[in-house]
């Protein structure tokens, strides 16, 4: 099952060339064009191969193919859970469960998000290869939407880190920070002699966290942050540098095995535009079950 789009060609669009058509009228890159155009049935004129110089006559209907018709990547099939909260035919918004990779690495060949997709896909006959648009962490749980096409992944990437695109996280973190609400902008970077950990460093790349503090007690509290830059292990890093790390972050903080047993964040909500159709849509998931337990006196939406 592959995806297409189709532009019935008017009076106004006759006479066009299909590269023009492509990329003003459906929205493609110049790079997705490129790949499509090599391809069999990449791009069509009333299903017949055309090149890109072609100038489609009125009544006539331009098609071309989004999905991959090979898998490049080399991730292999595997069967998972997939808590799929929105799927269409070209995106999928999933409930990340915390403790899931999202990409095969070191120690972790077939157990990833990016295998159980494309086990998913054979499952269904979707033609396609994992194309995820934005990383959470392997503990981090909630909401992360992947493109089924490169041409999906290309435009939601685009949206990364403007307005159009809104990710907004809980988390538990120790102590309760000062003021209540505010902007963390501390700019980020390796941290000298690790491999893994992020600091605040001035000449790191910039980085800005938005956080309000929703609920407090015994000793911990309950904030909403909202990203404005995208930096690895940003949260994380921010939270501890301002001295209230997250509950159970091994790296910044300390192991608190006994109340949770990964960092205590969770991708709430997430806000973007179809990369389609352009259309505003909006997701949440409730807090999972190990971080709902840390804060028992929360009440009410944290919106």
Not at 100 to 128: A, K, M, Q
Not at 140 to 161: F, N, W
Not at 285 to 299: E, G, H, I, N, T
Request: glycine share 10%.
């Amino acid at each position: 099952m592959s995806r297409r789009l189709e532009l019935p060609i008017t009076a106004e669009l006759a006479g066009t060339r299909v590269n023009t058509l492509l990329k003003k009228h459906l929205g493609l890159s110049g790079t997705v064009v490129r790949r499509v155009k090599w391809l069999e049935d990449g791009i069509l004129v009333d299903g017949i191969r055309v090149n890109t110089r072609f100038c489609p006559r009125v009544g006539q209907v331009l098609s071309v193919r989004l999905s991959d018709p090979d898998r490049r990547s080399g991730i292999v099939p595997a069967p998972g859970p997939l808590d799929i909260v929105y799927e269409d035919e070209d995106i999928l918004v999933l409930n990340k469960t915390p403790g899931v990779s999202i990409h095969p690495g070191p120690g972790h060949f077939d157990d990833t998000i990016c295998n159980f997709l494309l086990y998913y896909y054979d499952l269904r006959g979707i033609e396609g290869d994992a194309h995820p648009v934005h990383r959470l962490d392997r503990g981090t749980s909630g909401l992360l939407v992947v493109a089924k096409h490169p041409h999906a992944q290309e435009v939601l990437k685009g949206q990364l880190h403007t307005p159009a695109f809104r990710r907004i996280y809980l988390a538990v973190c120790r102590g309760a920070p000062y003021p209540p609400a505010g902007l963390i902008d501390a700019p980020l970077g390796p941290k000298a002699g690790s491999l893994v950990e992020q600091e605040v460093r001035p000449d790191g790349r910039e980085a800005r966290t938005r956080y309000e503090t929703l609920w407090q007690g015994e000793g911990l509290a309950l904030l909403r942050l909202e990203l404005d830059t995208g930096r690895t292990h940003q949260i994380r890093v921010h939270l501890a540098h301002l001295g209230h790390p997250l509950v159970g972050d091994f790296l910044y903080g300390w192991e608190e095995r006994e109340r949770i047993t990964r960092p205590a964040l969770h991708s709430w909500r997430l806000a973007f535009r179809h990369p389609v159709t352009g259309q505003p849509l909006a997701f949440t998931a409730p807090l999972p079950q190990d971080m709902a337990a840390l804060v028992p006196q929360q009440k009410g939406d944290p919106l």
